[in-house]
Structure formats: C-alpha cells, structure tokens
C-alpha cells in the first residue's frame, strides 16, 4: 500500500470515529413533505416563525406533534384568528382573478353579480337571511326587519376575508394566476354580524350599534358577516360540506379605498407565507392531521366552530379559515403547495390605489407606480386576531 493510500484510509477512519462519537451527528437528515410522515434526523423547511421543528443531529424531535398542545405563548397562526363574535374591523381582502383585476383598473364595480343557484335553493347569504326572517320571538322584530331590508340591498356582493390566503384556494386551482385585493372600509361604516338567526351591528372598531339605529341609517352597513351550515333552513347539503364563513361586501360606499400591487400588501404576502411555513414545521412533525369526525370540511364547519377555542396550533389554525375546503386540510403536502402558490406570487410592487364611489363603479384616485397589468401580493397588518366566543 503507497503512503498516500494509507494517508486516505487513517483519514476515513478518523472521520468515522468522529461521527460515531457524536452520535450519529454525519447521518443524512431526511426530508418529506408527503402527507403525515413523520420526519426525523433534520429539516429542510425552516423559515421565520417555525415552531415544533426538530433540530439538526439525528436525534429524535423535541415535540413530536405539537398540533393539540396548548402552545406556551400563542400558536403559529394566532393573529390570523377570526372569532364569530368580533367581527368589527376595517381591512379586508378579496382574491381576484386577472380579468377582474382589468375590470377593476378601469373602473369596474367591487360587486359581483347575484349568484345563479339551483331552483328552489338560496345563496348562503340569503339562507342565513331567512333563517332571521322565520324567528318568532316578538323581541326580534327588529332584527327580521333589518334581514329583509338586507335581502333587498344586498344581492350583489363580494366575498371579504381578513386573511387572504385563507381564500386563495376555495374557488381556484393553485395553477391559476390570482391577486389579492386589499379594501379598507370607512371608519363610519357598520357591519352585520348573524349568529344563528339572530342579527347584532357593530362599528369597525367592534363598538355595538343598536338594531335600531341601522334601520334608520342602513346606507352606513357596509359588509354582513355570517357562518353558514347545515342547520341553516334552506341549506340542502348535508354533513356541513357547505358549511363556510364570510364577510360579504354589498355597499362600495361605505369603501374608503381597495388596492392592488402595494408595498403594504407585498409586506403581507410575505408575512403570510412566514407564519405558514411555521405551521408546515409543527404538522410535519405529527403522523397523522386526522381530528373529529367526518371530513376536514364538515368537522370545521360543525364541531370545531360551535365553540371558540384557538388555543391550540390545530384549532387556532381551523379558525383562521373561511371556506375550509379539503384542500386546506393541514397536510404537509397541502401547507406545502399553498405556501409555493403563495410564493410564485411575489411581485414587484406597482400601486394601484382606487377609491368607490358612492353610486358603485371606481374612480382611481392614486397610483403610486402606475398601473400595471397585474397587481399581486398579501398586508403589514394582519388579519386581525380576534378573541372571545364564536
């Protein structure tokens, strides 16, 4: 054997020594985002917020699966929390299609028009309307006048949600190009919020505004805010499949301004995908996403938003949906494909800030960069994490 063999051979077997007195620390880490495999040995999906991420070493995880542990501070997703009974706040977001995007540059309503359904069914929004029509109780006469009035002034609406990523996945594939729309609603409007038939308003701010006083002024509500299931009357699905929640604008003049391409809006998107990636690092831990009975969809909808609890990284991150369709399931491999989606929507900023006119339409009232072809993006401030009952 020539003296540089046995250099190379005293060499490797000084660098197996040194593994092995380490414990393993030279094994290869191993990576997956498949869905509920567990993952050991390392990560390779860090990002800023990753909570229940093993380190690098080979040993096994310090918290296995954190999803149903109360978390020490708050859980990952905490600020995106969207409890029922606070509804009041004054940014909310849309995702729009590109063609929607032109329509809107060029002055196009912020409405959509009323949705076609089925013969002898109802929009959402019109069940949970009906079912505050068909309360008996005489001390809810008001309320069943202020759910008619809203029938008449609220057929064409947009679907509103404090987080935007929330709603990037229910009505389009991941494959399609979508933007999200920030709106800013006067601090003079008033939201409707219904829970189970009953109907209270609130300021932005979550002041309480009395029944009464939005009869006599309804052209300050700008927004109904509702949960809609199976229980509703009217609602032909069965097992919650259609259960969702949502703002629905139906009055652009109670809009200060909506936006597109902006700076604030980047800084969201961005903040977005941090605080998903640091749910990807919990889940990836856990063997298994499967909670409650039935499917994602229906054990949202119908159990885990009767009661409000987002103490837990699972239930903080259920509250934070709108529509929770199976593919916001929390797999690894559906937080890993949202969080890509989100990504490939980064953007160079390029403002477009426009501002509703009373009689609908929009009239452009700034543009920082001009407008381009397509705004993008995500906000600085959150979604507003909101605390309290359901």
């Known amino acids: 054997m020539s003296q540089s063999t046995r250099e190379k051979l005293l060499r490797y077997l000084a660098l197996?020594?040194?593994?092995?007195?380490?414990?393993?620390?030279?094994?290869?880490?191993?990576?997956?985002?498949?869905?509920?495999?567990?993952?050991?040995?390392?990560?390779?999906?860090?990002?800023?917020?990753?909570?229940?991420?093993?380190?690098?070493?080979?040993?096994?995880?310090?918290?296995?699966?954190?999803?149903?542990?109360?978390?020490?501070?708050?859980?990952?997703?905490?600020?995106?929390?969207?409890?029922?009974?606070?509804?009041?706040?004054?940014?909310?977001?849309?995702?729009?299609?590109?063609?929607?995007?032109?329509?809107?540059?060029?002055?196009?309503?912020?409405?959509?028009?009323?949705?076609?359904?089925?013969?002898?069914?109802?929009?959402?929004?019109?069940?949970?309307?009906?079912?505050?029509?068909?309360v008996s109780l005489p001390s809810t006469q008001a309320s069943r006048a202020l759910a008619q009035l809203l029938q008449s002034r609220f057929k064409a609406t947009r679907s509103l949600w404090p987080n935007p990523w929330a709603l990037r996945l229910v009505d389009h594939v991941g494959t399609e190009h979508m933007t999200p729309l920030r709106i800013l609603l006067k601090p003079e409007a008033w939201i409707v919020r219904i829970d189970m038939g009953s109907l209270f308003v609130v300021d932005v701010r979550n002041g309480q505004v009395s029944v009464d006083q939005a009869l006599a002024?309804?052209?300050?509500?700008?927004?109904?805010?509702?949960?809609?299931?199976?229980?509703?009357?009217?609602?032909?699905?069965?097992?919650?499949?259609?259960?969702?929640?949502?703002?629905?604008?139906?009055?652009?003049?109670?809009?200060?301004?909506?936006?597109?391409?902006?700076?604030?809006?980047?800084?969201?998107?961005?903040?977005?995908?941090?605080?998903?990636?640091?749910?990807?690092?919990?889940?990836?831990?856990?063997t298994t996403v499967e909670r409650g009975t039935g499917s994602f969809h229906s054990s949202t909808a119908c159990q885990a938003w009767d009661f409000f609890d987002a103490s837990t990284e699972y239930s903080a991150y259920q509250w934070s949906l709108s529509n929770p369709v199976e593919l916001y399931k929390p797999t690894t491999q559906n937080l890993a494909s949202l969080i890509d989606v989100l990504r490939n929507e980064r953007f160079e900023p390029d403002s477009f800030v426009s501002a509703a006119e009373a009689q609908g339409g929009a009239g452009a009232i700034g543009g920082a960069g001009g407008a381009s072809e397509l705004g993008e993006g995500g906000s600085a401030q959150s979604g507003a994490a909101q605390g309290g009952a359901p």
Not at 90 to 113: F, I, M, Q, R
């Open 16 to 134: 197996f020594a040194a593994c092995g007195a380490m414990n393993n620390a030279c094994d290869r880490p191993h990576y997956t985002y498949s869905n509920d495999v567990p993952v050991s040995g390392g990560t390779s999906f860090i990002g800023p917020g990753a909570a229940g991420a093993v380190t690098l070493g080979g040993g096994p995880p310090i918290d296995p699966c954190a999803l149903d542990r109360s978390a020490a501070a708050s859980p990952v997703l905490a600020k995106h929390v969207v409890s029922n009974q606070l509804a009041g706040r004054a940014e909310l977001y849309a995702e729009v299609t590109d063609s929607e995007v032109l329509a809107l540059k060029k002055g196009g309503s912020l409405l959509l028009p009323p949705p076609t359904t089925p013969p002898g069914t109802l929009s959402p929004l019109n069940a949970v309307l009906n079912a505050s029509l068909n």
């Open 217 to 286: 002024h309804p052209e300050r509500i700008a927004v109904v805010y509702y949960v809609y299931d199976d229980r509703i009357p009217g609602n032909p699905l069965a097992q919650c499949e259609g259960g969702k929640r949502e703002f629905a604008l139906g009055n652009e003049a109670m809009v200060a301004e909506f936006s597109l391409g902006t700076p604030e809006i980047l800084a969201r998107l961005d903040s977005d995908i941090a605080d998903l990636t640091g749910m990807f690092n919990v889940v990836r831990q856990c």
